[in-house]
């Protein structure tokens, strides 16, 4: 095979494991459901507790907006949450869910609207 061959189908490869997604790394973004919104919902107070110390409450209600999710020993979900209020907040919250469907919070940024999800 000459060189180009091998470059033409590195690409292709590249291309096929990026739209299906490789265990591991993060999924394509997808607009949040009921089901990342009774994750959130499950797991507020855990997001509130780890929310940095200069937010102070009241809160609102937390909306899942998008999320992306990693595969691994169970599934991390990283969801974008806006957080309802006089002054509306963006959070990208990190929750894990295991092989036996217990979920908890492992991280929380408060972040911009339109910063996109990555890993954090």
Same mark, same amino acid.
Do not use: C, W
């Given at each position: 095979?000459?060189? !180009?061959?091998?470059?033409? !189908?590195? !690409?292709?490869? $590249?291309? =096929? ?11 394509? *973004? ?9 994750? %959130? *919902? ?5 997001? /509130?507790?780890? !929310? ?9 209600? /937390?909306? $899942? ?5 990693? %595969? ?8 974008? =949450?806006?957080?309802?209020?006089? *002054?509306?907040?963006? /959070? ?19 972040? $911009? ?8």
């Amino acid at each position: 095979m000459n060189a !180009l061959t091998i470059v033409t !189908l590195g !690409l292709i490869l $590249a291309v =096929v494991a990026e739209s299906r997604g490789i265990t591991g790394g993060l999924g394509p *973004q997808q607009f949040a459901g009921p089901g990342e919104q009774a994750l %959130v *919902q499950t797991n507020r107070n855990a997001i /509130l507790r780890k !929310l940095p110390s200069f937010m102070s409450g009241p809160f609102g209600p /937390l909306k $899942a907006l998008v999320y992306r999710k990693q %595969v691994v020993k169970g599934t991390n979900y990283f969801i974008k =949450v806006k957080m309802m209020g006089v *002054q509306p907040r963006f /959070l990208h919250v990190k929750i894990y869910t295991g092989l036996n469907n217990r979920s908890h919070v492992k991280d929380v940024e408060v972040r $911009a609207q339109y910063d996109p999800i990555e890993f954090f």
